[in-house]
């Protein structure tokens, strides 16, 4: 089965806007409880971490199912993932801040976990910027694929990030953390576990 | 022999292109939606917004002193009750500030009792409604600062917490006062869960809980106190942070050593015994030195002692407000 990649990734686009059409109605609506403010950070920060988790699923996915087709929404998914980020660190910038770089670079300081997201962030721009199919060609496959690896480095400092702003009920970070830990695993045994097939040569004669 | 022509198909049964098209696009047109309205509604079901709360019914008879200097005024807005009531702290029931009064909203709070014990000479188990006869409902609008950096202005009713120890009378020994909430797992969900070391437990110093401005609350903006908030009783001491009023008190006992509080057990380096507001002193995680006003756009400095510096400061005196944060 492949679908129409034409459609099948203008439905990936229009699901992934979904979140944000409805987090903007309720804002428009006054829908966001006492603190409009964290309402929207701690969701624009939930949906990084859940698009980041969906676009590391992609490539298991693919190799479970056989259904190659699913490789050519990576790319999107990642992005949102980072537009998701870029809307998770404005909401902090521009709200909680108004854009005092002086008062964030302290917090970076004084709150662990602000740096760390922060770090995540910065890690993902150089992804986002690559993603082109010009840039894949310019850097070439090899490189591209080095380099778009520190993906599992951004998930897991943004887990970490969620993990250290929780006071106590630690429950959904950490389940977050375990399904991040089940992607990369399976990588891990993909490419150093599983005994890899003999490679062939020559074309198989018939 | 005769090759029979193969029954073709009319041209007028040939489903015409448009229609094929339009199906096609019909289709498809059906699948994105379809595939939008499921994940709208998954993420409405993750990330539902609060709903408004249940109106709640009225205390008669509140008194509304006037303004003393150990009792001062709040000249700030007040928050609206519907932010008090549907942006709560009550683990016991959801460790989401948006969903704790939906969870709670069927807690019974009659019967209820409270059990004053430990060092006093009238150790007495009181029956809500005679607790709540010791001494006259009063208004008392105080900031309300919470250990995550968001404030309200409350307009809580009770009465001060002095009363029910006076009455009880202390001994010369009992030093310290420790609070304990209501634990019933199959009333209050969450303690069925190792997120804190349940029940609740709080404490203040002798000193502390016997100064005018520590009440026990009953009440806001002159409605009996909803779940979610503590009901029936629960303790109000607007110069600590937000944790140290103990919600849905079942039991005070007075004692000689500064007693456990929940919090401090969780993380000790993070929430101390005394926990004043107090600007200076950094959470290892986050910075206290200000604080997003419920209602407002912009955050506003934290004051010292949440603004009651010249009240309480003396209690302090002499101590290293960083080694007993």
């Known amino acids: ?206 | 022999m005769v090759i029979k022509k193969p029954a073709g198909i009319k041209s007028s049964e040939i489903t015409d292109k448009k229609v094929y098209l339009n199906r096609r696009l019909f289709m498809r047109g059906a699948a994105l939606a379809g595939s939008a309205l499921a994940t709208g509604w998954l993420y409405r079901s993750l990330n539902a917004p609060p709903q408004p709360p249940r109106a709640n019914a009225k205390i008669e008879n509140v008194l509304k002193p006037q303004p003393t200097f150990e009792v001062p005024a709040v000249n700030e807005k007040l928050t609206p009750l519907e932010s008090i009531t549907t942006y709560n702290n009550f683990y016991e029931f959801d460790t989401n500030k948006g969903g704790v009064a939906s969870a709670a909203a069927d807690f019974v709070t009659r019967p209820w009792s409270v059990s004053v014990e430990g060092l006093v000479n009238k150790p007495k188990v009181f029956d809500i409604d005679e607790l709540l006869g010791l001494a006259p409902q009063e208004e008392r609008i105080y900031r309300f600062r919470c250990v995550e950096g968001w404030s309200m202005v409350i307009p809580w009713d009770g009465f001060p917490l002095s009363k029910l120890l006076e009455a009880v009378e202390p001994q010369s020994n009992a030093k310290y006062v420790a609070f304990q909430t209501l634990y019933d797992p199959k009333r209050m969900p969450n303690q069925s869960t190792g997120i804190l070391d349940w029940p609740y437990v709080e404490g203040l110093r002798m000193d502390e809980a016997m100064h005018p401005l520590t009440i026990l609350a009953t009440g806001i903006y002159g409605e009996v106190l909803p779940p979610q908030d503590g009901a029936p009783i629960r303790l109000v001491v607007p110069w600590k942070y937000g944790f140290k009023s103990i919600k849905s008190i079942v039991k005070i006992k007075l004692v000689e050593t500064e007693p456990p509080t929940t919090w401090n057990i969780a993380a000790p380096d993070e929430y101390g015994f005394y926990s004043n507001v107090n600007p200076q002193v950094n959470h290892p995680r986050w910075s206290q030195a200000r604080e997003q006003r419920i209602g407002e756009f912009s955050k506003r400095p934290t004051l010292m002692f949440n603004g009651y510096a010249e009240q309480v400061a003396h209690l302090y005196d002499g101590m290293d407000l960083r080694k007993y944060y």
């Open chain 1, 1 to 206: 089965m492949t679908p129409d990649p034409k459609f099948s990734k203008l439905v990936v686009f229009v699901n992934s806007l979904v979140p944000l059409v409805l987090l903007l109605w309720d804002a428009a609506h006054k829908r966001m409880g006492a603190n409009p403010l964290e309402f929207a950070t701690r969701t624009t920060g939930m949906l990084t971490l859940v698009f980041l988790l969906i676009s590391l699923a992609v490539t298991p996915a693919r190799k479970l199912t056989g259904w190659q087709w699913l490789g050519k929404h990576r790319r999107m998914l990642g992005l949102f993932a980072f537009f998701y980020g870029f809307l998770h660190l404005m909401t902090y910038v521009w709200f909680d801040k108004f854009f005092n770089l002086k008062a964030a670079g302290l917090d970076i300081l004084n709150r662990p976990f602000i740096a760390v997201g922060m770090a995540a962030f910065f890690i993902m721009i150089p992804l986002a910027v690559t993603s082109t199919n010009k840039m894949v060609k310019r850097l070439g496959g090899k490189r591209w694929n080095r380099l778009h690896k520190t993906a599992y480095v951004a998930a897991a400092l943004g887990a970490l990030h969620y993990y250290m702003l929780v006071k106590a009920d630690t429950r959904l970070p950490l389940t977050l953390a375990a399904v991040l830990g089940i992607l990369l695993g399976y990588r891990l045994f993909i490419n150093y576990i599983q005994p890899k097939p003999p490679v062939r040569l020559l074309a198989p004669r018939r």
